[in-house]
């Protein structure tokens, strides 16, 4: 996003969201991710993020950086640009061993001022750039809403891409493989392939 963050030790705050984005304001920080309880429901326990590292370490496991920026478009539309980033600590459902997803998550909203003016028609799929609409208040909680996009981004039933056993078992495997296999040119190159 445009803005440049600084991320000082803040909880996102409650702002009047339509007058927030008139003023094209922006607020940014970082925080603790055990101030976030309903995301942490059914999650494994989160380190807790010291707060002297969040300027050199950005994707500390137990830190929310965030950063929101409000807007008017040309078409007078009132909008949040809303940047989270985040390092969840998930249980991976093969191996159950530890994962850490990083998340970094842009989101645009657009504020209506009632239910009733929520669009009926069907997100466009194929226009990843169209905002989301959302009913905008003089009591709106942007904590709140950075809670509910972490939640969005941790997967039903997390996963390693690879577990680190089997990992190791391929490597132990490959190894083996070598061994009785005499020595090429074409082997070498394939070491060198799955070592990337
Ligand atoms: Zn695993």
């Known amino acids: ?6 991320f000082r030790l803040s909880v996102p705050p409650v702002v009047d969201a339509f007058d927030f984005a008139r003023r094209g304001q922006v607020v940014s920080g970082a925080f603790s991710i055990h101030r976030l ?14 707060a002297t590292e969040l ?20 078409d007078d539309a009132s909008q949040l640009v809303v940047q989270v980033q985040a390092s969840l600590v998930l249980e991976c459902q ?16 657009e504020l209506v001022r009632r239910e009733s003016d929520l669009s009926d028609d069907e997100p466009d799929e194929d226009d990843l750039d169209a905002p989301e609409q959302i009913v905008g208040s003089p009591k709106f909680d942007l904590c709140e809403l950075l809670e509910d996009e972490l939640i969005l981004e941790v997967p039903y039933v ?29 082997a070498v190159l394939g070491q060198l392939k799955k070592s990337k």
Do not use: N, W
Request: with cysteine; proline share 13%.
């Open 158 to 186: 997390p996963r390693h891409d690879q577990c680190p056993e089997t990992a190791e078992l391929d490597a132990q495997a490959d190894e083996i493989a070598s061994r009785q296999e005499p020595p090429s040119p074409f």
């Open 94 to 109: 093969r191996c159950l061993g530890p994962l850490i997803l990083p998340i970094d998550r842009t989101t645009v909203f």
């Open 55 to 74: 300027s050199v370490a950005p994707a500390l496991p137990g830190v929310v950086r965030y950063a929101i920026q409000g807007r008017v478009t040309k």
């Open 1 to 6: 996003m445009s803005v440049d963050p600084v």
């Open 37 to 50: 309880q309903r995301l942490l429901e059914g999650l494994l326990e989160q380190p807790i993020g010291e």
